[in-house]
């Protein structure tokens, strides 16, 4: 039974999947269905579905919010379907590897000498020179980069076998990314934290993991410090934190950095990457009082990205009466309005002012730091595979030439054929031709 | 300051001498028997290409980032590296004048285009150099941002060249060399020569017909040298998946940058963004032309409508994402 499927598998199932039309069918088709996921909105809720997708009129006389929904187009990247297709892609890749391309390579770094001035018709550039010798064609064959053979009258040269390697290195690191990718779904995990300047925190809001991954519980993480740099015109230059990695149970510090946007923090195989930001918290005194702590609450205009943030303080103790305190950034300035919605002053952190009768000081605004949190197993493999693709296409672009020679008589045949630049090869052949010197040739003719 | 009035000049001179090569390349094409058009138009795309350097030269100066901030920096970066890909092409080693022609009659044009929109269409206030967003001050951005926009100028360039080739050999059956095997067809012998009837040859013997097929007998003192020449379109053919041969590494290392880049600075080299998805399609289908190309029975008109397609797909990669409005290849949450 075993023997009779491996014989099935390598007969009838390995040829198909190692068939270049094949593989050319599945790109086109990887790619088409890639687009479906950039025309139709992923990962939306199912209301936004049954609204732009309704049952009538049907788009396209098919695409109601129920078929789109069973075929998975809401999030066509993780279906079953494009995920078997990957695979496919992958089984494809290394059938064709062992099947065709290390063959050819094989036969590609065979080579033999032409021994019948016939066999010269048939290369793609060919000709016959007239009283020219071998001897003189290998030293400017030489000279143009060629590796040459010859003997008895008979010269074979090549260059660029390197491309012929190249779709294999190609293949193989895509095996390699692939791979890769798999084992970073399986034994990775990524996570998101909001936290205020100031505070510590483990690894808890875990939005994917896979069945493989470890979040680390020895250590925790405490932001000192979250700020935000501005241009001059107000615009945001860079969003700065100060992280330290604690030692849970000696309350040690294992590691300090400032991260920012495109410099994360790595420790322990997790990485902190700087995401987003929130405002926290007002700090303020008022009167003589201790400092005081207020939350602020996030303020959005409906349909923009406008964003402000605002607290409200009570400026009596029974609550009866107070201000609101808006901020439209980490800044520091801090707008105040009364119950009837003015503005009545604006303070700096740092600052004072007089509301209802009582002095106002803002100490400071604290920010909170969105991290992402990140840890991909699988990227030292993705990494080679894309440091071996690189070099694999590089490779693949040179042309792999092959000069044939051979003295019959008075006449020298010469010939030869390229895999790729068969136009830059035509010009080299000619110039190759033009520079053998021509003075066996005075002396054949006897002038 | 001198660089902003420099840089308003530059523009409007990139897009008038290449309006100019534009125009010495179409009439070298229609009256092939007018002399020095052809090296006309060459230099001129020399010229367009050393203004739009200097022009991005300056803005660097001036901004003192890499100059790929928004879409007018990124539309001359691209017209410039159509320019230098031209360059590239015709000085593949092609002795054949005509194919330089028949390369410059559509590079020239999609450069104009390009640069046209740029200095005409695009509103002043999207001219202006911006500062950089704290997503992009990496300089990772000039490594993936530049790496991607020259790999689109060849695959542009090479795409054009397919449907040159398509648009020379439109009334014959072609069976074309160029492929990985190294096979030669036998049935070159046979083709048909090539006939330009239609807005071509305007009965000018001496224009294209002289080079299609030709055997060239090379003046040496000596002995026979007839070696049968590479026909028009069959060096289109040829320059065109050079081309692509060339912009694919480099969209290969474009996106691995990017996919790097992304992973340095927000912890995943791939996202299914739709910029990234479709970079990934215009790359798949790319792949997919390569591999017609060592398809038995496949040379010929198909890679080369494959070839034409990928055109579609590259703009639509460049601007279409973006155009939609859908994730404006724009990662975190800041922007």
Same mark, same amino acid.
């Given at each position: 039974?075993?023997?009779?499927?491996?014989?099935?598998?390598?007969?009838?199932?390995?040829?198909?999947?190692?068939?270049?039309?094949?593989? *050319?069918?599945? !790109?086109?088709?990887?790619?088409?269905?890639?687009?479906?996921?950039?025309?139709?909105?992923?990962?939306?809720?199912?209301?936004?579905? /049954?609204?732009?997708?309704?049952?009538?009129?049907?788009? &396209?006389?098919?695409?109601?919010?129920?078929?789109?929904? &069973?075929?998975?187009?809401?999030?066509?990247?993780?279906?079953?379907? &494009?995920?078997?297709?990957?695979?496919?892609?992958?089984?494809?890749?290394?059938?064709?590897?062992?099947?065709?391309?290390?063959?050819?390579?094989?036969?590609?770094?065979?080579?033999?000498?032409?021994?019948?001035?016939?066999?010269?018709?048939?290369?793609?550039?060919?000709?016959?020179?007239?009283?020219?010798?071998?001897?003189?064609?290998? +030293?400017?064959?030489?000279?143009?980069?060629?590796?040459?053979?010859?003997?008895?009258? =008979?010269?074979?040269?090549?260059?660029?076998?390197?491309?012929?390697?190249?779709?294999?290195?190609?293949?193989?690191?895509?095996?390699?990314?692939?791979?890769?990718? *798999?084992?970073?779904? !399986?034994?990775?995990? *990524?996570? /998101?934290?909001?936290? +205020?300047?100031?505070?510590?925190?483990?690894?808890?809001?875990?939005?994917?993991?896979?069945?493989?991954?470890?979040?680390?519980?020895?250590?925790?993480?405490?932001?000192?410090?979250?700020?935000?740099?501005?241009?001059?015109?107000?615009?945001?230059?860079?969003?700065?934190?100060?992280?330290?990695?604690?030692?849970?149970?000696?309350?040690?510090?294992?590691?300090?950095?400032?991260?920012?946007?495109?410099?994360?923090?790595?420790?322990?195989?997790?990485?902190?990457?700087?995401?987003?930001?929130?405002?926290?918290?007002?700090?303020?005194?008022?009167?003589?009082?201790?400092?005081? =702590?207020?939350?602020?609450?996030?303020?959005?205009?409906?349909? @923009?990205?406008?964003?402000?943030?605002?607290?409200?303080?009570?400026?009596?103790?029974?609550?009866?009466?107070?201000?609101?305190?808006? @901020?439209?950034?980490?800044?520091?300035?801090?707008?105040?309005?009364?119950?009837?919605?003015?503005?009545?002053?604006?303070?700096?952190?740092?600052?004072?002012?007089?509301?209802?009768?009582? @002095?106002?000081?803002?100490?400071?605004?604290?920010?909170?730091?969105?991290?992402?949190?990140?840890?991909?197993?699988?990227? +030292?493999?993705?990494?080679?595979?894309?440091?071996?693709?690189?070099?694999?296409?590089?490779?693949?672009?040179?042309?792999?030439?092959?000069?044939?020679?051979? /003295?019959?008589?008075?006449?020298?045949?010469?010939?030869?054929?390229?895999?790729?630049?068969?136009?830059?090869?035509?010009?080299?052949?000619?110039? $190759?031709?033009?520079?053998?010197?021509?003075?066996?040739?005075?002396?054949?003719?006897?002038? | 300051?001198?660089?902003?009035?420099?840089?308003?000049?530059?523009?409007?001179?990139?897009?008038?001498?290449?309006?100019?090569?534009?125009?010495?390349?179409?009439?070298?094409?229609?009256?092939?028997?007018?002399?020095?058009?052809?090296?006309?138009?060459?230099?001129?795309?020399?010229?367009?290409?050393?203004?739009?350097?200097?022009?991005?030269?300056?803005?660097?100066?001036?901004?003192?980032?890499?100059?790929?901030?928004?879409?007018?920096?990124?539309?001359?970066?691209?017209?410039?590296?159509? @320019?230098?890909?031209?360059?590239?092409?015709?000085?593949?080693?092609?002795?054949?004048?005509?194919?330089?022609?028949?390369?410059?009659?559509?590079?020239?044009?999609?450069?104009?285009?390009?640069?046209?929109?740029?200095?005409?269409?695009?509103?002043?206030?999207?001219?202006?150099?911006?500062?950089?967003?704290?997503?992009?001050?990496?300089?990772?951005?000039?490594?993936?941002?530049?790496?991607?926009?020259?790999?689109?100028?060849?695959?542009?360039?090479?795409?054009?060249?397919?449907?040159?080739?398509?648009?020379?050999?439109?009334?014959?059956?072609?069976?074309?060399?160029?492929?990985?095997?190294?096979?030669?067809?036998?049935?070159? /012998?046979?083709?048909?020569?090539?006939?330009?009837?239609?807005?071509?040859?305007?009965?000018?013997?001496?224009? &294209?017909?002289?080079?299609?097929?030709?055997?060239?007998?090379?003046?040496?003192?000596?002995?026979?040298?007839? $070696?049968?020449?590479?026909?028009?379109?069959?060096?289109?053919?040829?320059?065109?998946?050079?081309?692509?041969?060339?912009?694919?590494?480099?969209?290969?290392?474009?996106?691995?940058?990017?996919?790097?880049?992304?992973?340095?600075?927000?912890?995943?080299?791939?996202?299914?963004?739709?910029?990234?998805?479709?970079?990934?399609?215009?790359?798949?289908?790319?792949?997919?032309?390569?591999?017609?190309?060592?398809?038995?029975?496949?040379?010929?008109?198909?890679?080369?409508?494959?070839?034409?397609?990928? !055109?579609?797909?590259?703009?639509?990669?460049?601007?279409?994402?973006?155009?939609?409005?859908?994730?404006?290849?724009?990662?975190?949450?800041?922007?």
């Amino acid at each position: 039974m075993a023997n009779y499927y491996s014989k099935f598998l390598r007969r009838e199932l390995f040829p198909i999947l190692g068939n270049l039309k094949f593989a *050319i069918a599945l !790109l086109l088709i990887i790619a088409a269905c890639s687009v479906s996921g950039t025309v139709i909105e992923q990962g939306e809720t199912l209301d936004f579905y /049954q609204q732009n997708y309704p049952e009538h009129p049907a788009l &396209f006389g098919f695409l109601t919010f129920k078929v789109l929904l &069973f075929l998975g187009l809401n999030h066509v990247y993780s279906t079953w379907w &494009f995920l078997a297709l990957l695979i496919l892609f992958g089984t494809s890749l290394t059938i064709c590897t062992f099947n065709r391309q290390l063959p050819m390579l094989k036969v590609a770094k065979r080579w033999h000498y032409y021994t019948k001035p016939q066999s010269f018709s048939k290369l793609a550039l060919s000709t016959e020179l007239i009283g020219r010798s071998l001897e003189e064609i290998a +030293p400017v064959l030489t000279k143009f980069g060629y590796q040459v053979y010859q003997e008895n009258g =008979q010269l074979y040269a090549r260059k660029g076998l390197i491309g012929r390697v190249g779709p294999i290195f190609v293949h193989a690191s895509m095996l390699l990314i692939l791979i890769g990718a *798999i084992l970073g779904s !399986l034994t990775g995990f *990524i996570g /998101q934290e909001m936290i +205020p300047s100031g505070q510590a925190f483990q690894i808890k809001n875990v939005t994917e993991a896979g069945i493989w991954s470890h979040i680390p519980k020895d250590w925790a993480v405490k932001v000192n410090r979250f700020w935000i740099e501005y241009t001059p015109s107000g615009a945001i230059d860079q969003f700065y934190s100060d992280l330290s990695v604690i030692d849970n149970k000696s309350g040690k510090e294992l590691d300090r950095q400032t991260i920012h946007v495109n410099k994360p923090l790595r420790y322990d195989g997790v990485t902190f990457y700087q995401a987003n930001w929130d405002i926290a918290a007002v700090r303020f005194t008022l009167n003589a009082s201790p400092v005081l =702590q207020l939350p602020m609450t996030v303020l959005q205009a409906k349909g @923009t990205n406008n964003k402000v943030w605002g607290s409200w303080l009570p400026t009596k103790p029974d609550l009866s009466a107070g201000v609101t305190l808006i @901020t439209p950034d980490l800044q520091g300035t801090l707008l105040i309005y009364d119950e009837k919605g003015d503005l009545v002053s604006t303070v700096r952190a740092g600052g004072s002012t007089e509301v209802n009768g009582i @002095t106002l000081t803002i100490k400071e605004l604290v920010g909170s730091t969105g991290l992402q949190i990140k840890s991909d197993p699988g990227i +030292p493999l993705v990494y080679t595979g894309f440091g071996l693709l690189m070099m694999g296409v590089v490779m693949s672009y040179v042309s792999h030439s092959q000069i044939w020679a051979l /003295q019959a008589g008075s006449s020298l045949y010469i010939g030869g054929k390229t895999n790729r630049a068969q136009v830059g090869f035509e010009s080299e052949l000619l110039q $190759i031709l033009e520079s053998v010197p021509t003075k066996i040739l005075e002396k054949s003719y006897g002038v | 300051m001198k660089l902003v009035a420099l840089q308003s000049l530059l523009d409007n001179a990139s897009f008038a001498i290449l309006l100019v090569t534009m125009l010495m390349y179409w009439i070298s094409a229609a009256f092939p028997s007018i002399p020095y058009l052809a090296q006309g138009g060459t230099a001129g795309m020399a010229i367009a290409n050393l203004s739009i350097f200097v022009l991005l030269s300056a803005r660097w100066i001036d901004a003192g980032y890499f100059p790929l901030s928004n879409l007018y920096e990124s539309l001359f970066f691209l017209a410039w590296g159509i @320019t230098a890909m031209h360059l590239v092409a015709e000085n593949m080693g092609s002795k054949n004048i005509n194919s330089k022609i028949l390369i410059g009659v559509f590079t020239s044009a999609i450069a104009m285009a390009i640069t046209a929109f740029a200095t005409m269409t695009l509103p002043e206030n999207m001219q202006g150099a911006e500062p950089l967003v704290p997503a992009l001050k990496s300089n990772w951005l000039m490594m993936h941002v530049s790496v991607m926009l020259l790999s689109y100028s060849a695959l542009m360039v090479g795409s054009l060249l397919a449907i040159a080739f398509l648009f020379v050999s439109r009334n014959q059956e072609i069976t074309l060399k160029g492929n990985s095997l190294g096979n030669v067809s036998n049935l070159r /012998q046979n083709q048909v020569s090539l006939n330009f009837d239609s807005g071509f040859n305007t009965g000018n013997e001496s224009s &294209f017909e002289s080079s299609n097929g030709a055997v060239t007998t090379l003046s040496l003192p000596s002995g026979i040298l007839a $070696i049968e020449r590479l026909t028009l379109s069959e060096t289109l053919d040829n320059l065109s998946y050079r081309m692509i041969g060339l912009g694919f590494p480099l969209l290969t290392i474009g996106i691995i940058a990017g996919g790097v880049w992304a992973n340095e600075a927000w912890g995943s080299y791939w996202s299914w963004d739709p910029k990234e998805t479709w970079s990934l399609i215009t790359w798949l289908v790319f792949a997919a032309y390569l591999h017609t190309r060592i398809t038995k029975g496949w040379q010929g008109k198909r890679p080369a409508m494959l070839a034409s397609g990928g !055109l579609v797909v590259i703009w639509t990669c460049y601007l279409g994402v973006n155009l939609l409005g859908k994730g404006l290849h724009s990662y975190g949450w800041f922007l």
